[in-house]
């Protein structure tokens, strides 16, 4: 094979990408017009028997023309949830400005915060600028003060855990949340180009990050983990410095911003590392009923036994299914703590009506933290 013969495949491989993006883009025209006959109609955006239908119709097929099943059904998982997030974006019909929409994440260019809101603001009818602060707390105050409309934080991680810092700043700052994000984690390990594993002494990242990739770092003896306020911080230090024997735990994306090299990918203890993340603003947004929702709140029970369980049976009674409960200390108060609760449906439906007016009468307090669009995206196949 000549030169010039590879040259001829490259772009008829260009051409043919043309025309499959050419075909997802009516594809994505369609589901707008799809949207639109849902709308009126009164059907949930989500139809799973019918996503089944096509992910089989399109497996079988895929199939049948040489490809592996496998990527035809990652493929059209990550089409059908694109196609669900442009119809929730769509179904609340914002306005169409030309004023940017200012959304603020923690951390910088590359981090998985900056990652998160990327992938969430994707299907935006306005255009977006994402803007970077050093902490949650920064993030919060630049929405309470106006300086963003949005922001984009890490609520939970499925190895790690919750981010309890989060759970805090909600609790005391009147902010509500109106949508979450997904996001799959994939942390490697970075260093400037000559470093190798064995010449490693010291690893920089965010403490979840370390957290998550405990055992990887476990079988590095003699390195000492170093922690950084956000994973891509980490990663911009170790290549600003360039010290020897130093390394960060970061996304790919973090390494190619700053000019790392990846040592290993896939350190993270397991294997499916997913992190949940909430949008947050001034005030909430309204959520059509159509789409599958988030209910999230927080309440104080009294100090007396059988308090949560009785709050728990509310949900229950009422038909509420709960997805989330995480507990912390209520601050100035000794042996006293706030819950922290998701749960599934809509605020306007009969069966939240009433556990929420049940659990005004069972707690100290309650609060809803937001209503909200549930994340289009489904966990990887």
């Not at 949930?44 to 990527?71: K, N």
């Not at 949340?177 to 994939?186: H, M, P, S, T, Y």
């Not at 090299?261 to 947004?285: C, E, G, W, Y």
């Not at 609760?341 to 809803?368: C, I, K, N, W, Y």
């Amino acid at each position: 094979m000549t030169v010039r013969d590879l040259a001829d495949l490259r772009r008829s491989l260009d051409d043919i990408d043309k025309v499959i993006l050419s075909a997802l883009g009516e594809r994505a025209r369609l589901a707008r017009d799809i949207t639109a006959a849902k709308s009126g109609a009164e059907q949930p955006l989500r139809d799973e028997a019918r996503e089944q239908a096509i992910l089989a119709h399109r497996t079988e097929f895929g199939e049948r023309v040489g490809l592996d099943p496998v990527l035809v059904r990652r493929l059209y998982r990550a089409i059908l949830d694109d196609s669900v997030r442009r119809q929730q974006e769509w179904l609340n019909d914002p306005p169409v400005t030309e004023a940017p929409l200012v959304v603020g994440y923690q951390g910088t260019e590359g981090a998985y915060g900056f990652q998160a809101a990327r992938q969430h603001f994707g299907v935006s009818r306005r255009p977006v600028t994402l803007k970077a602060y050093r902490s949650f707390r920064e993030v919060l105050e630049a929405v309470q003060n106006g300086d963003v409309e949005r922001a984009v934080l890490p609520i939970e991680n499925s190895t790690a855990g919750s981010v309890h810092d989060v759970y805090d700043l909600l609790f005391r700052l009147s902010l509500s949340i109106v949508g979450e994000e997904v996001l799959v984690i994939e942390h490697c390990l970075l260093a400037p180009a000559g470093v190798g594993l064995a010449d490693l002494t010291h690893v920089h990242s965010h403490p979840q990050a370390l957290a998550q990739c405990s055992e990887f770092l476990a079988e590095l003896p003699g390195v000492d983990p170093e922690v950084a306020p956000n994973t891509a911080l980490a990663a911009e230090r170790v290549a600003r410095e360039a010290r020897p024997g130093h390394a960060a735990i970061a996304s790919e994306e973090a390494g190619v911003r700053f000019g790392l090299h990846v040592l290993k990918r896939q350190i993270a203890n397991q294997p499916m590392n997913l992190t949940r993340f909430v949008v947050i603003a001034s005030a909430p947004d309204a959520c059509d009923p159509l789409v599958d929702a988030k209910v999230s709140l927080v309440f104080g029970t009294r100090h007396e036994r059988g308090a949560l369980v009785r709050c728990l049976n509310i949900l229950a009674d009422e038909g509420v299914n709960l997805c989330k409960l995480e507990s912390r200390p209520r601050a100035g108060v000794a042996w006293e703590y706030v819950f922290y609760a998701d749960v599934e449906g809509h605020l306007s439906t009969p069966a939240m009506q009433g556990a929420l007016t049940r659990l005004s009468g069972a707690t100290q307090f309650v609060r809803v933290l937001g209503c909200y669009p549930a994340c289009a995206a489904k966990p990887p196949l």
